[in-house]
């Protein structure tokens, strides 16, 4: 009979507790999460220094300048948008050498290709590659054959006739083979050439103004190819503005593709071709 009491004392005991923890658990549990959440977000939130300048420049520590935002931030050395370093580079050419018949040497080390070298309409002047008394079809060509790869070209025309254009190609093997990302002072236009068959991939609307310098940007990763162009004295667009794909021509080398007349003049004034890797700006 004790022991049975005993059962049933213990067995009240615990119920009694259970109920006594029950009722001060909520404030146990908050008295302990609350120091915990207040160390965390501590740990996320930067370190602030005194005199740290602001967006509007209060607290200027003595002797210093807030940047200069550049206008345009593909003169830069690194193209935008990528975080490029030197490996990453394929080909590039300045134009910053004495005034010269064709293009010769790059600013890179590198022996321009394609006609630049051996067409009478190609030369060098005023620290710009320029393409004039022609009339037709030019390639210019950079660098080695590769598979993903991009390109970044400035460039002006003093007049968009009919049929001349000035653009970027990608994955040229021959004057019979490349993407083209091209513009025609109405549209931004991507192209193939596959075997001497030439086929319009994607055409938006684009004006383009004589005699301005333009920036074409034209990128291939696997079957994708990405083009977007605006004037050097306006900001990057954020955002692609075409993107289609073809998967007919796997590498080839990168450079300038124009169509001009006998009166047309082309100035390039840079270019940069580099390797490339889809990342967050690879999409409309």
Known sequence: ?????????????????????????GPIQKALTLPMMQMMDAA???????????AQGQNKQPGTQTPKATP????????????NNAASV???????????????????????GGDANTAPAFSVAN???????????YNAVLGTPSQDSEAVVNGSINQFTAG?????????????????????????????RVNGQTTTLKSIRFTAQTDRVYIVRFRAIGAMLFAKAW????????????????????S??????????????????????????????SAL
């Open 1 to 25: 009979m004790n022991k049975r009491l005993l059962i049933i004392t213990v067995l009240v005991i615990l119920v009694i507790g259970g109920m006594i923890a029950g009722l001060f658990m």
């Open 44 to 54: 996320d939130k930067p370190q602030t220094q005194k005199n740290t300048p602001t």
């Open 72 to 83: 345009n931030a593909a003169q830069n050395q690194n193209m935008p948008g990528q975080g």
């Open 90 to 112: 394929l080909a590039k050419d300045t134009f910053q050498r004495t005034d010269q018949q064709l293009w010769g040497t790059a600013s890179d080390g590198r022996q321009w």
């Open 127 to 137: 620290a710009a590659g320029r393409i004039s008394n022609g009339d037709g079809t």
């Open 164 to 192: 001349v254009n000035f653009g970027v190609v990608l994955r040229w093997t021959d004057d019979n083979n490349w993407y083209k990302a091209l513009l025609d002072g109405t549209h931004l236009n991507v192209l193939k």
């Open 231 to 250: 004037r050097v004295d306006q900001v990057e667009p954020n955002r692609w503005l075409t993107i289609t794909s073809d998967n007919a021509l796997a």
């Open 252 to 281: 080839g080398r990168v450079g300038v593709r124009v169509v001009v007349s006998p009166t047309t003049v082309i100035n390039v004034t840079a270019f940069t071709a580099m390797s490339a890797t889809m990342n967050n700006d």
